[in-house]
């Protein structure tokens, strides 16, 4: 009897030790990061902390506008010397071009319009003054400018840029909607200006 036993104990026990095996079994699926969470992970490690609530690449990618790398800019633009709160400024690389996005924030209305004037008078590297709704071409890139009571954002790129396209992300990714002034220009093309209010636009044309 006692072999018996002895032999059903090892049974018994190499069982357990079986269940055991398979309940500690682990997916490495669950722990091995996906394609998908090594790009998002990447990027997060290359854009600045002070950046990291402003922008959203998932929302980029559906704009046609799928980022491989970010960097900090230095912002060397005249808003940045008219008192603003904060600003920051951010190059975003894609596969065959860059496209750079600005944003200061003003106390309040009065700062945010003083600030968007100044600009006018004196705008670009060629210090060009612009007239508020003047059909001219303000820069060599596309650039879209959107004023708001207490900010201004300025995106400029080779790559082709729709204000519809950029009106979807802030709202979707920031809820805005506030915005009083847009300015759209293409490629070596002519500004085209908006002025928003109950979100209609009303092309503003220079007399």
């Known amino acids: 009897m006692r072999p018996f036993f002895l032999l059903l104990l090892f049974v018994s026990v190499m069982l357990s030790c079986g269940e055991s095996k398979n309940d500690d079994v682990i997916d490495m699926g669950d722990v091995t990061p996906h394609a998908k969470d090594r790009i998002k992970d990447s990027l997060s490690e290359k854009l600045p902390d002070t950046l990291s609530g402003y922008l959203d690449t998932a929302l980029l990618a559906e704009l046609k506008l799928p980022v491989k790398d970010i960097d900090q800019v230095e912002i060397d633009l005249l808003p940045q010397r008219l008192s603003p709160k904060s600003s920051f400024g951010y190059k975003m690389g894609f596969k065959k071009d860059s496209l750079t996005y600005i944003h200061w924030s003003y106390k309040d209305s009065v700062y945010t319009k003083n600030a968007l ?63 009083r002034l847009v300015i759209e220009q293409k490629n070596s093309g002519k500004a085209t200006w908006f002025a928003v209010k109950e979100l209609e636009f009303s092309p503003i044309l220079l007399k």
Do not use: H
């Open 117 to 179: 004037y100044n600009w006018l008078d004196c705008f670009g590297t060629k210090c060009k003054s612009v007239r508020l709704g003047e059909a001219v071409s303000m820069q060599r890139k596309g650039m879209l400018l959107f004023m708001s009571d207490t900010s201004i954002t300025y995106i400029s790129s080779n790559q082709p840029l729709k204000k519809e396209d950029w009106l979807a992300y802030f709202e979707s990714f920031a809820k805005r909607k506030d915005w």
